[in-house]
C-alpha cells in the first residue's frame, strides 16, 4: 500500500516570500503520479500542480514548482511571490497507473499568508 | 466551477437515519469518485467507479454503497448514521480510470449527524 506523508502541519509566511511544503511516499509502483491540491477555506479542492514519475524535469505551473526527487521519494511544492489567497490547506496525493487505483492524500499542510 | 456537481451543499440529520448524496460528474468524464474527509481521518479514498462498473474499493463501511447510473450520475447512500459518520463528502471525476487522469473535485457536501 502507498502512504503519502506531509511532515508540517502548519506553515506561515510573509507575502511576497517564497515557502517550500515538504512531502514524502513510499511505494514499489515505478509508475505514477503525484499531485499537490489545494484546498481554500471554501473547502473545494482544488489541483495545484501535477508530476509524472516518469518524467525528470520538475512541474511547473507560475509561481508554483516542484521539487521531485524520485530516488528520495520526495515531493516538495515551492510556492513563490506569495499571495494572500494562496492561504489554504495544501494536499499531497500519489497515484499509481495501475487500474483500480486510489488517489492516496497526505494529512495536508495548512499554510498561511501573512500580510 | 469545476464541472462537477454535488447535491445537497449541506445536510443536517439524526442519528439512525438514511441520506443519500448525488454526484454529476463533469462532462466527457466516465469516472466517478468518492472521498470522505474527516477532521480525524483525513480524506479517505471510499469508492470509484467507472462507467457504471464498480472499479476500486477503500474504506468504505458496510452501512455505505453507491452506485453509478447508465447517465453517469452517481449516488451514495449512507445508512444507519453515527455521529462519526460527520464529514464533508467530495465526489470527483476523471475522463479514464487509471492513474494517467487528473481528478476534478466537487464542492463537497457537508453531512452532519446530531
Known amino acids: 500500500a502507498q502512504t503519502v506523508t506531509q511532515s508540517q502541519p502548519e506553515m506561515s509566511v510573509q507575502e511576497a516570500e517564497t515557502v517550500t511544503l515538504s512531502c514524502t511516499y513510499d511505494?514499489?509502483?515505478?509508475?505514477?503520479?503525484l499531485f499537490w491540491y489545494k484546498q481554500p477555506p471554501s473547502r473545494q479542492m482544488i489541483l495545484v500542480i501535477r508530476?509524472?514519475?516518469?518524467?525528470?524535469q520538475n512541474a511547473t505551473e507560475n509561481r508554483f514548482s516542484v521539487n521531485f526527487q524520485k530516488a528520495a521519494k520526495s515531493f516538495s511544492l515551492k510556492i513563490s511571490d506569495s499571495q494572500l489567497g494562496d492561504t489554504a490547506m495544501y494536499f499531497c496525493?500519489?497515484?499509481?497507473?495501475?487500474?483500480?487505483?486510489?488517489?492516496?492524500f497526505g494529512g495536508g499542510t495548512r499554510l498561511m499568508v501573512k500580510p | 466551477d469545476s464541472g462537477v456537481t454535488q447535491t445537497p451543499k449541506h445536510l443536517i440529520t439524526a442519528t439512525g437515519q438514511r441520506v443519500t448524496l448525488r454526484c454529476s460528474p463533469r462532462?466527457?468524464?466516465?469516472?466517478v469518485y468518492w472521498y470522505q474527509q474527516s477532521l480525524d481521518q483525513g480524506l479517505q479514498f471510499l469508492i470509484q467507479?467507472?462507467?457504471?462498473?464498480?472499479?476500486a474499493k477503500g474504506n468504505i463501511l458496510e452501512r455505505f454503497s453507491a452506485q453509478q447510473f447508465p447517465d453517469l450520475h452517481s449516488e451514495l447512500n449512507l445508512s444507519s448514521l453515527e455521529l462519526g459518520d460527520s464529514a464533508l463528502y467530495f465526489c470527483?471525476?476523471?475522463?479514464?480510470?487509471?492513474?494517467?487522469?487528473?481528478?476534478?473535485f466537487g464542492a463537497g457536501s457537508r453531512l452532519t449527524v446530531l
Open positions: 511505494t514499489s509502483e515505478n509508475n505514477y503520479y
Open positions: 467507479y467507472y462507467n457504471g462498473e464498480e472499479r
Open positions: 470527483a471525476s476523471s475522463q479514464g480510470g487509471t492513474g494517467a487522469n487528473v481528478l476534478t
Open positions: 496525493a500519489f497515484i499509481s497507473n495501475n487500474a483500480g487505483n486510489m488517489l492516496t
Open positions: 462532462s466527457g468524464d466516465l469516472s
Open positions: 508530476q509524472e514519475a516518469y518524467k525528470q
